[in-house]
Each structure stands twice: as structure tokens, then as C-alpha cells.
């Protein structure tokens, strides 16, 4: 079983950037597809990004595709979700997620089909 920690997150002005990471600790981090997903208040949890175990492939939700970029380390086992111009409508929770199905298509952006979770990071994008 892995262990999800995220960090990064933060209060940030509209148009600013935050780079989240998440570290994993327990099982092979290597043999887990990755996801970034987020909630806000009020809100189902939402797919963000993903990436593939060897990081060649990844998948972005149409609302960030072009601000946000998934990418992970497996040397250090962290995933990162760099963001750049954020607006107030990023402001949410983001969730570290790991899925022990074998490819990126598998899971894409469907939270059921994710094992484990992060507690998740506050970010917050001010007006």
C-alpha cells in the first residue's frame, strides 16, 4: 500500500503560479499511474491531470490543459502539478492519486478507478 503526501499549496494572486508535489512512500512507486485531481467547495472532485508510470504519457482535463503540468520523478518517488496562470476558479483541494491499474487509459480521469489517496493541499487563487 503507498502512502500519498502532497505540499505546495498556498494562497496565490490571479495569474501566479504554484508547483505542488506529492511524495510517496510505501510499495513501488514506479508501478503506480498518477493523478492530480481537485475539489471545491461544494463540488465533486475533479480530474486534473495524469500521467503514466513511466511519465511518457499524460492526460489533462480540458480546463487546465495548457496551465498545468503533471510530471513525476521515480528516483525520488514524487509526482509534481506545476501551475501557471491561475484563477480563481483553480482555488480547490488537490489530491495525490495512485491507481494500480497498468495504463493511463485505464484510469484516466474516473476517481473510482484510483487506490489510493493523498489528504490533499489547499490552494487558494485570489481576485
Known amino acids: 500500500q503507498v502512502l500519498l503526501v502532497e505540499s505546495g499549496g498556498g494562497l496565490v494572486q490571479a495569474g501566479g503560479s504554484l508547483r505542488l508535489s506529492c511524495a510517496a512512500s510505501?510499495?513501488?512507486?514506479?508501478?503506480?499511474?498518477m493523478g492530480w485531481f481537485r475539489q471545491a467547495p461544494g463540488k465533486e472532485r475533479e480530474f486534473a491531470a495524469g500521467?503514466?508510470?513511466?511519465?511518457?504519457?499524460?492526460e489533462y482535463a480540458d480546463s487546465v490543459k495548457g496551465r498545468f503540468t503533471i510530471s513525476r520523478d521515480n528516483a525520488k518517488n514524487m509526482v509534481y502539478l506545476q501551475m501557471i496562470s491561475l484563477n480563481p476558479e483553480d482555488t480547490a483541494v488537490y489530491y495525490c492519486?495512485?491507481?494500480?491499474?497498468?495504463?493511463?487509459?485505464?484510469?484516466?480521469?474516473?476517481?473510482?478507478?484510483?487506490?489510493?489517496w493523498g489528504q490533499g493541499t489547499q490552494v487558494t487563487v485570489s481576485s
Open positions: 500521467i503514466s508510470r513511466s511519465g511518457g504519457s499524460t
Open positions: 492519486a495512485a491507481t494500480k491499474r497498468l495504463y493511463l487509459y485505464e484510469a484516466r480521469s474516473d476517481p473510482l478507478r484510483y487506490d489510493y
Open positions: 510505501r510499495g513501488t512507486f514506479s508501478s503506480y499511474v
